[in-house]
């Protein structure tokens, strides 16, 4: 498949790590944050979500916190595997009536064994 | 449960021409969302459809139309093509307009190489 990860800051880690990654959000007004994973030749998959009155919500091995005061938004992965790689997607939605996201740049994450 | 399907999977076209892209929504989704996903960068959205009619739309031109059908499948149309133009086009498909609480189901897009 093809590469959507070109000119995209990379974290590179080692399997078994804990790995964060970080999103600076724009948008002060958004209530609601979601992280996407993009693996090579495929489209976004959702990981984890939480609304902007909670600061941290956990799931099967991955924690996404909530800073509204800085708008900075991280994913945390623990126990890193080599099927985590893939470019990550922080996309945060206003409650304008309709689910638009907006997408961040994104980050590479690369797990060697 | 059968989730969003995109078709074609690849597609090059020349300058100037026009091109239609469609998608399947997820079984029971009513609502439909294209995005343009350039290389290295996020997807940004086109427009989003509910009940046969666009229901929204990002800062994109004209040229770039769509439908919703009965069936809540869609298509993506775009005319005169440009060489920016070239790109991963996503279709996603969500149960409720306007529910925070529906997140977006992605499918696989079709990458679009205009030359």
């Known amino acids: 498949g093809e590469s959507v990860g070109l000119h995209l800051p990379t974290l590179s880690v080692q399997e078994g790590d804990n790995s964060i990654i970080n999103c600076a959000y724009s948008n002060s007004a958004s209530d609601y944050f979601i992280w996407y994973k993009q693996e090579s030749g495929k489209g976004p998959q959702f990981i984890i979500d939480i609304r902007s009155n909670m600061d941290k919500r956990q799931g099967q091995r991955v924690t996404v916190l909530l800073n509204k005061t800085v708008k900075h938004l991280s994913l945390q992965i623990a126990a890193t595997q080599p099927g985590d790689s893939a470019v990550y997607f922080c996309a945060e939605i206003l409650n304008s009536g309709y689910s638009t996201l907006t997408f961040g740049k994104g980050t590479m994450l690369l797990v060697s064994p | 449960e059968t989730g969003v399907t995109q078709s074609p999977t690849h597609l090059i076209k020349t300058r100037g021409q026009q091109v239609t892209l469609r998608c399947s929504s997820q079984?029971?989704?009513?609502?439909v969302s294209w995005y343009q996903q350039a290389l290295g960068q996020g997807p940004q959205f086109i427009f989003q459809y509910y009940r046969e009619e666009e229901n929204g739309r990002g800062n994109f031109p004209p040229r770039f139309s769509g439908l919703q059908f009965p069936n809540y499948s869609s298509e993506l149309n775009v005319n005169a093509l440009e060489l920016d133009d070239s790109a991963l086009y996503l279709c996603a498909s969500s149960l409720v307009r306007g529910s925070i609480d529906s997140p977006l189901h992605f499918g696989n897009g079709t990458r679009l190489t205009v030359t």
């Open positions: 079984s029971g989704h009513n609502t």
